[in-house]
């Protein structure tokens, strides 16, 4: 389990080593091929040559996502560009009972996106157009393959940005966050991807083009959308999303603050949260992940510091004063030797660039490495990142951890040296250890990065059998084929019984003509 | 149900709960007569209860404290109304992580109590005096204060239900983040009890203002309301309600709330009433009718209550459009509602006409879908739920049809009450 990400010259894995629990999740090449083919006809007539790829070397260029540790060379990819294009696609794999994967940039870190071997890989980045941004409505209409920045880049010079900002927001899509329901530094104050995503044109796995929410709030029926934001592409393909733009805060003050120790740092988060600041951002990185910051982007962070808090206050400036005083105070209650605030634009950035690179940076000090995501209640913080320690010293596995302390969010990065023999189980144990702590004090298997391929095994750790029955209740609704991203997120399918249909008879309330039928 | 039937039910109902009743008048369910009333004390006597419901047939209409059972479709049948009062507890307030775990009976403002000894609350207003956390959560009420903090949907972090074959399944967690499986969260908010039966639920909280501030000022047509209402959600001052009443009458206020340190909200506060101009006033304590459905809530003759939704740009011809049809047959209208939001609540006299209401709910139905949103009837007297289509139209209802058919294929739960007849 867990995503190991090799630098450049380290080679991943290739598929002998998927665990067995995820082989059920990639399918065997060849199966099917003739519905593949059949797909792949369809796909032809619709779109320019360059949108259907089935040469087995343009293949593996889509063989993995960001956790390049699994990797599947999918029979077929297409890259529509239009959602009727899209339709088309998904109708004859839902005809054929060819699987199919949806991937946007394929920036994922849990294989979300990895292909199946006997499926059809749908890739949105043609669809990459902001079709609108409403001011007036305050929200942005865009295509999936529209990169997650570019929304901001868009609205700022109407005063406004889209809040979430997952790490990757340079090249991820906007479909795979909606996919993933990706999270980002900010989400502390301003919420996660779902909490944004007000509407969506949806691409069912049957075929069918459907609109979920929209402009307005609160649309009769089921929060069917609720339910799409973050399934993983297991309920089928947003080809369109209707977001939430925020104004631009008055004023944005970013601190670096230095202490002796993550237990001093936690101590301080918790404090700022009890006292009712809430920031936009709490984020911490321990004395590995700023030593990877200071090797990769030289970010200057203070000399000696055990672990550093990237605070980030926003809102009207009367506000923002009243919290940084308070912040300020707290940090230093709670052993800090030094505080920092960006006094421009580019001291602002300088500090974001050593958290937003910190993954990255680790490459610096380790050939290989394994990004886990897990959340505990923010009071566990000091507790856990104590085990986590204790874990690291007692195996030799060393562990820098870079995350989201508001929120409870962990990314420890665990390093090792593929090269060396043993290694990489040893970090595997660590890793999968870390997991285990985050369940033990009541949190979850992941709090951004997604269950994808990666975790599929875990969930039966944190919900019952029964829980997992259920959630599938509303895949067989959506997909009673089954062929949306099978093999993701759950680790074993429900049988969905007898596929729906249309209903047999009117339903008794529109026969009685108390209702009608839409 | 025939005496032979009803009596085994309420033997096998009895022997899953200890608590269940022959239903009475007051039991009724929007007009339709209950037949047993079962009041499980957890969520395994709820699992219970559904085992022994389903093992005779029987149709189930959840029910927290009955603050809104008339609210969308009468149900087909009501044979069990399974009330969850006595599940009335919080169960944990983890303050330091600003969470708190509840049974689903719990009255909101009981939760809100607890909560609030440690200077924290749940940022779901109660838009229904005397709601429960379930009936909150399966109507899907809320407040002026969803303009910053959202809904339930976007507070709700995890839950227990009880499907109609009785059992127990949990989404989500005790954590602000997590993105472990589907949220079924999300699918059961407002779902008018017709997909499980709510028995707890985990929120994240929010830190109490130590200050908040009030701005109203008068307008005098659709435009200057919409027109106010821009200036407010563009602001920087960054509102945490702004909100719309037009009375019979044709006085209007756009009122705005600010929440937050002393010293910001009263710089705020001034930027407020220069923004919002000639006629602006600020006061400490909330205008009348803040936060309260418009409607008068009579279990014998209820006033016909609407909820309006529109993306932001349509609110001037949502408003105005609305006004005009109820002018044009005669009704007095009153309209209040989150209109930062896009969100408005409309009353109708309870002796409206029936064509009457009729009129205003199409014309004003046309120009909220016009404007990407949506016309529902809340609450309605009975000649008016017959003559009137209640939902209205629904994008995706055949989806929507599949969920119900796989979480209660019988449709045991609540026929009838929801969407497309759902």
Same mark, same amino acid.
């Given at each position: 389990?867990?995503?190991?990400?090799?630098?450049?010259?380290?080679?991943?894995?290739?598929?002998?080593?998927?665990?067995?629990?995820?082989?059920?999740?990639?399918?065997?090449?060849?199966?099917?091929?003739?519905?593949?083919?059949?797909?792949?006809?369809?796909?032809?007539?619709?779109?320019?040559?360059?949108? /259907?790829?089935?040469?087995?070397?343009?293949?593996?260029?889509?063989?993995?996502?960001?956790?390049?540790?699994?990797?599947?060379?999918?029979?077929?990819?297409?890259?529509?560009?239009?959602?009727?294009?899209?339709?088309?696609? /998904?109708?004859?794999?839902?005809?054929?009972?060819?699987?199919?994967?949806?991937?946007?940039?394929?920036?994922?870190?849990?294989?979300?996106?990895?292909?199946?071997?006997?499926?059809?890989?749908?890739?949105?980045?043609?669809?990459?157009?902001?079709?609108?941004?409403?001011?007036?409505?305050?929200?942005?209409?865009?295509?999936?393959?529209?990169?997650?920045?570019?929304?901001?880049?868009?609205?700022?010079?109407?005063?406004?940005?889209?809040?979430?900002?997952?790490?990757?927001?340079?090249?991820?899509?906007?479909?795979?966050?909606?996919?993933?329901?990706?999270?980002?530094?900010?989400?502390?104050?301003?919420?996660?991807?779902?909490?944004?995503?007000?509407?969506?044109?949806?691409?069912?796995?049957?075929?069918?083009?459907?609109?979920?929410?929209?402009?307005?709030?609160?649309?009769?029926?089921?929060?069917?959308?609720?339910?799409?934001?973050?399934?993983?592409?297991?309920?089928?393909?947003?080809?369109?999303?209707?977001?939430?733009?925020?104004?631009?805060?008055?004023?944005?003050?970013?601190?670096?603050?230095?202490?002796?120790?993550?237990?001093?740092?936690?101590?301080?988060?918790?404090?700022?949260?009890?006292?009712?600041?809430?920031?936009?951002?709490?984020?911490?990185?321990?004395?590995?992940?700023?030593?990877?910051?200071?090797?990769?982007?030289?970010?200057?962070?203070?000399?000696?510091?055990?672990?550093?808090?990237?605070?980030?206050?926003?809102?009207?400036?009367?506000?923002?004063?009243?919290?940084?005083? /308070?912040?300020?105070?707290?940090?230093?209650?709670?052993?800090?030797?030094?505080?920092?605030?960006?006094?421009?634009?580019?001291?602002?950035?300088?500090?974001?660039?050593?958290?937003?690179?910190?993954?990255?940076?680790?490459?610096?000090?380790?050939?290989?490495?394994?990004?886990?995501?897990?959340?505990?209640?923010?009071?566990?913080?000091?507790?856990?990142?104590?085990?986590?320690?204790?874990?690291?010293?007692?195996?030799?596995?060393?562990?820098?951890?870079?995350?989201?302390?508001?929120?409870?969010?962990?990314?420890?990065?665990?390093?090792?040296?593929?090269? *060396?023999?043993?290694?990489?189980?040893?970090?595997?144990?660590?890793?999968?250890?870390?997991?285990?702590?985050?369940?033990?004090?009541?949190?979850?298997?992941?709090?951004?990065?997604?269950?994808?391929?990666?975790?599929?095994?875990?969930?039966?750790?944190?919900?019952?059998?029964?829980?997992?029955?259920?959630?599938?209740?509303?895949?067989?609704?959506?997909?009673?084929?089954?062929?949306?991203?099978?093999? *993701?997120?759950?680790?074993?399918?429900?049988?969905?019984?007898?596929?729906?249909?249309?209903?047999?008879?009117?339903?008794?309330?529109?026969?009685?003509?108390?209702?009608?039928?839409? | 149900?025939?005496?032979?039937?009803?009596?085994?039910?309420?033997?096998?109902?009895?022997?899953?709960?200890?608590?269940?009743?022959?239903?009475?008048?007051?039991?009724?369910?929007?007009?339709?007569?209950?037949?047993?009333?079962?009041?499980?004390?957890?969520?395994?006597?709820?699992?219970?209860?559904?085992?022994?419901?389903?093992?005779?047939?029987?149709?189930?209409?959840?029910?927290?404290? #009955?603050?809104?059972?008339?609210?969308?479709?009468?149900?087909?049948?009501?044979?069990?109304?399974?009330?969850?009062?006595?599940?009335?507890?919080?169960?944990?307030?983890?303050?330091?992580?600003?969470?708190?775990?509840?049974?689903?009976?719990?009255?909101?403002?009981?939760?809100?109590?607890?909560?609030?000894?440690? #200077?924290?609350?749940?940022?779901?207003?109660?838009?229904?005096?005397?709601?429960?956390?379930?009936?909150?959560?399966?109507?899907?009420?809320? &407040?002026?204060?969803?303009?910053?903090?959202?809904?339930?949907?976007?507070?709700?972090?995890?839950?227990?239900?009880?499907?109609?074959?009785?059992?127990?399944?949990?989404?989500?967690?005790?954590?602000?983040?997590?993105?472990?499986?589907?949220?079924?969260?999300?699918?059961?908010?407002?779902?008018?009890?017709?997909?499980?039966?709510?028995?707890?639920?985990?929120?994240?909280?929010?830190?109490?203002?130590?200050?908040?501030?009030?701005?109203?000022?008068?307008?005098?047509?659709?435009?200057?309301?919409?027109?106010?209402?821009?200036?407010?959600?563009?602001?920087?001052?960054?509102?945490?309600?702004?909100?719309?009443?037009?009375?019979?009458?044709?006085?209007?206020?756009?009122?705005?709330?600010? #929440?937050?340190?002393?010293?910001?909200?009263?710089?705020?506060?001034?930027?407020?009433?220069?923004?919002?101009?000639?006629?602006?006033?600020?006061?400490?304590?909330?205008?009348?009718?803040?936060?309260?459905?418009?409607?008068?809530?009579?279990?014998?003759?209820?006033?016909?209550?609407?909820?309006?939704?529109?993306?932001?740009? &349509?609110?001037?011809?949502?408003?105005?459009?609305?006004?005009?049809?109820?002018?044009?047959?005669?009704?007095?209208?009153?309209?209040?509602?989150?209109?930062?939001? &896009?969100?408005?609540?409309?009353?109708?006299?309870?002796?409206?006409?029936?064509?009457?209401?009729?009129?205003?709910?199409?014309?004003?139905?046309?120009?909220?879908?016009?404007?990407?949103?949506?016309?529902?009837?809340?609450?309605?007297?009975?000649?008016?739920?017959?003559?009137?289509?209640?939902?209205?139209?629904?994008?995706?209802?055949?989806?929507?049809?599949?969920?119900?058919?796989?979480?209660?294929?019988?449709?045991?739960?609540?026929?009838?009450?929801?969407?497309?007849?759902?």
């Amino acid at each position: 389990m867990s995503g190991t990400h090799g630098t450049e010259t380290t080679a991943g894995p290739v598929l002998g080593d998927i665990p067995p629990e995820a082989t059920a999740a990639t399918g065997e090449a060849g199966d099917n091929a003739a519905g593949v083919a059949a797909v792949g006809r369809v796909a032809r007539a619709l779109m320019p040559t360059t949108g /259907v790829i089935s040469d087995p070397t343009e293949l593996r260029t889509y063989e993995c996502d960001g956790l390049a540790h699994y990797r599947v060379t999918p029979a077929l990819v297409v890259l529509p560009e239009t959602t009727e294009q899209l339709a088309a696609v /998904v109708r004859a794999c839902a005809e054929h009972g060819v699987p199919f994967v949806a991937r946007g940039s394929g920036t994922g870190l849990s294989g979300g996106a990895l292909p199946r071997a006997d499926g059809v890989l749908i890739v949105t980045s043609r669809m990459r157009t902001i079709r609108e941004v409403r001011r007036a409505d305050q929200r942005a209409v865009l295509e999936p393959g529209v990169i997650n920045l570019d929304v901001t880049r868009a609205a700022t010079g109407e005063g406004y940005y889209y809040a979430p900002d997952p790490s990757s927001q340079q090249i991820c899509s906007i479909g795979g966050n909606l996919a993933e329901n990706s999270g980002g530094a900010h989400c502390l104050k301003y919420g996660f991807t779902s909490n944004h995503v007000l509407g969506a044109e949806l691409v069912t796995p049957q075929g069918d083009v459907v609109q979920l929410g929209g402009l307005a709030p609160d649309a009769p029926g089921y929060d069917l959308l609720g339910t799409v934001v973050g399934s993983e592409g297991t309920l089928g393909i947003a080809t369109t999303a209707t977001v939430r733009v925020v104004r631009l805060p008055e004023e944005v003050r970013t601190l670096l603050v230095g202490f002796r120790s993550t237990d001093d740092a936690g101590a301080a988060t918790s404090a700022i949260i009890g006292s009712g600041v809430l920031p936009a951002a709490i984020e911490m990185m321990d004395a590995l992940a700023i030593e990877a910051a200071e090797a990769a982007v030289h970010c200057n962070y203070p000399d000696g510091a055990g672990a550093v808090l990237v605070i980030e206050l926003d809102g009207p400036s009367a506000e923002v004063q009243h919290e940084y005083d /308070v912040v300020e105070r707290l940090c230093q209650e709670h052993g800090s030797f030094e505080l920092r605030l960006a006094i421009d634009a580019t001291e602002r950035a300088l500090i974001w660039k050593g958290r937003k690179s910190a993954f990255a940076a680790v490459g610096r000090i380790s050939p290989d490495y394994i990004v886990q995501d897990g959340v505990i209640p923010r009071t566990a913080l000091p507790e856990v990142l104590r085990a986590i320690a204790d874990l690291s010293s007692s195996s030799g596995v060393r562990v820098a951890n870079v995350f989201h302390a508001g929120d409870g969010n962990l990314h420890p990065l665990v390093l090792f040296d593929d090269a *060396k023999p043993g290694a990489g189980e040893a970090a595997e144990q660590v890793s999968g250890a870390i997991l285990d702590l985050c369940i033990s004090h009541g949190g979850a298997i992941t709090g951004e990065h997604g269950v994808g391929v990666d975790k599929a095994a875990y969930m039966p750790k944190m919900f019952t059998d029964d829980d997992l029955d259920t959630m599938q209740l509303v895949r067989c609704a959506f997909d009673p084929g089954g062929i949306a991203n099978p093999g *993701k997120v759950f680790p074993t399918p429900r049988l969905c019984g007898e596929v729906p249909g249309k209903r047999k008879h009117a339903h008794p309330l529109v026969e009685a003509g108390l209702a009608d039928a839409f | 149900m025939t005496t032979v039937s009803l009596d085994a039910a309420r033997t096998a109902l009895s022997s899953a709960c200890g608590d269940v009743t022959d239903a009475g008048p007051a039991d009724a369910v929007d007009g339709v007569p209950a037949t047993l009333v079962a009041r499980p004390g957890s969520t395994a006597e709820t699992a219970a209860v559904l085992q022994a419901a389903a093992g005779h047939g029987l149709t189930v209409v959840p029910r927290g404290r #009955g603050t809104k059972l008339s609210w969308g479709r009468p149900p087909e049948r009501a044979d069990l109304v399974l009330d969850t009062s006595r599940m009335s507890a919080v169960l944990d307030h983890a303050a330091g992580d600003l969470i708190v775990h509840t049974q689903a009976g719990t009255l909101l403002a009981d939760v809100q109590a607890t909560v609030g000894s440690a #200077g924290q609350r749940l940022s779901l207003d109660e838009a229904v005096p005397g709601s429960s956390i379930g009936g909150a959560l399966a109507t899907n009420t809320s &407040g002026p204060g969803r303009l910053v903090v959202g809904t339930a949907r976007d507070l709700l972090l995890g839950v227990t239900l009880v499907r109609a074959d009785g059992v127990i399944a949990k989404a989500g967690g005790r954590v602000v983040k997590n993105v472990a499986g589907y949220d079924l969260g999300k699918l059961v908010i407002g779902s008018f009890g017709t997909l499980a039966v709510i028995t707890d639920a985990v929120f994240r909280l929010h830190p109490l203002p130590a200050a908040e501030r009030f701005v109203t000022v008068p307008f005098g047509t659709a435009e200057d309301a919409a027109a106010l209402v821009q200036t407010m959600v563009h602001a920087q001052v960054v509102p945490a309600a702004v909100e719309v009443e037009w009375r019979v009458d044709g006085a209007g206020t756009v009122g705005v709330l600010l #929440g937050g340190t002393p010293t910001g909200v009263e710089a705020r506060t001034a930027a407020t009433l220069q923004l919002l101009g000639a006629g602006a006033e600020a006061a400490e304590t909330p205008p009348p009718g803040w936060g309260v459905l418009p409607w008068r809530d009579d279990a014998d003759l209820p006033e016909v209550g609407l909820k309006l939704t529109c993306a932001l740009s &349509g609110l001037a011809p949502v408003l105005d459009t609305a006004r005009r049809a109820a002018a044009d047959v005669g009704v007095p209208l009153t309209l209040r509602g989150s209109g930062g939001a &896009g969100v408005l609540y409309g009353a109708l006299a309870a002796d409206a006409p029936v064509d009457a209401v009729a009129a205003v709910v199409e014309r004003t139905r046309t120009a909220c879908t016009a404007h990407g949103g949506s016309l529902v009837v809340l609450e309605a007297p009975a000649a008016v739920q017959a003559a009137v289509d209640t939902w209205g139209p629904v994008p995706a209802i055949d989806l929507m049809r599949r969920v119900k058919e796989q979480f209660d294929p019988e449709r045991r739960l609540a026929p009838g009450r929801f969407v497309g007849g759902i």
